[in-house]
C-alpha cells in the first residue's frame, strides 16, 4: 500500500502550492507525491528534511506540465515516525512543507509452547570446576615458587628467580590444560 501525498501547484495564483497536512506511509513501500499542476508547466524543488533514518531521498528538481508522479522509496526497516517534505517553487520565493508519517504496523506476538528439550548429559566439566587431580599440579606449581622466590631474596643468588618464573609458567600451563 503506497501512501500518495497530493500536491496542487498553481490552483489559486502562479507559484501557489497545496499541500496536505500529513501523509502516512508504511515502511517497504513508497511515497508517491504526486503533482497536480493547474496552471503553466513549472520547475520545482522537492527536498526531504530529517528523512535520513526513513528514505536515501534528499532532493530533487522536478518539471510538472500537468501531471506528475514522483515515487520516494521508503526503507523496509525504517522505524515509526515523521519527516518533512518541502516543496519549493518560483526560485526559492515560495515553499511549502507538509509532514510523512512512517507508521509501522501492529505486529500481532504470537507465543507457542517449545518442545521440552532433553537435559544434556556431558561428561565435560564447567569451565568453574576444578577436581582435585587438576587442581594439585597448579598448587604445586605455585607452592614451589613462592619458596623459590623467599630463597632468592634471602640468598641472593638470581638462579631461584628464574627457576621460579619457569615453575610459574608451568602451573599456567597446567592450569590451562586441566580445563580442557
Excluded at 506511509?25 to 503553466?40: Q, T
Excluded at 509501522?104 to 577436581?131: A, I, Q, Y
Excluded at 606449581?141 to 623459590?148: H, R, V
Excluded at 638470581?158 to 590451562?176: D, H, K, M, P, T
Aim: with cysteine.
Amino acid at each position: 500500500m503506497a501512501g500518495i501525498c497530493e500536491i496542487h501547484l498553481n490552483r489559486r495564483q502562479i507559484n501557489a502550492v497545496d499541500v496536505p497536512q500529513k501523509t502516512t506511509v508504511v515502511p517497504g513501500n513508497d511515497l508517491v507525491v504526486r503533482f497536480v499542476n493547474h496552471g503553466s508547466p513549472i520547475h520545482l524543488t522537492l527536498k526531504a528534511i530529517n528523512a535520513s533514518s526513513f528514505t536515501d531521498f534528499f532532493h530533487a528538481n522536478i518539471y510538472v506540465p500537468d501531471s506528475e508522479d514522483f515515487p520516494i522509496p521508503i526503507r523496509e526497516y525504517a522505524p515509526s515516525g515523521e519527516f518533512s517534505l518541502q516543496v519549493i517553487v518560483g526560485y526559492g520565493t515560495k515553499n511549502e512543507e507538509t509532514e510523512i508519517e512512517v507508521l509501522r504496523p501492529e505486529v500481532e506476538e504470537r507465543f507457542t509452547e517449545s518442545p521440552d528439550l532433553p537435559d544434556l548429559e556431558d561428561d565435560r566439566r564447567s569451565s568453574g570446576s576444578l577436581s582435585p587431580g587438576g587442581i594439585l599440579p597448579v598448587l604445586l606449581t605455585i607452592g614451589l615458587s613462592l619458596l623459590l622466590y623467599i630463597l632468592w631474596f634471602m640468598e641472593g643468588e638470581i638462579i631461584y628467580n628464574y627457576i621460579a618464573y619457569v615453575l610459574l609458567f608451568l602451573g599456567v600451563i597446567a592450569a590451562w590444560f586441566s580445563n580442557r
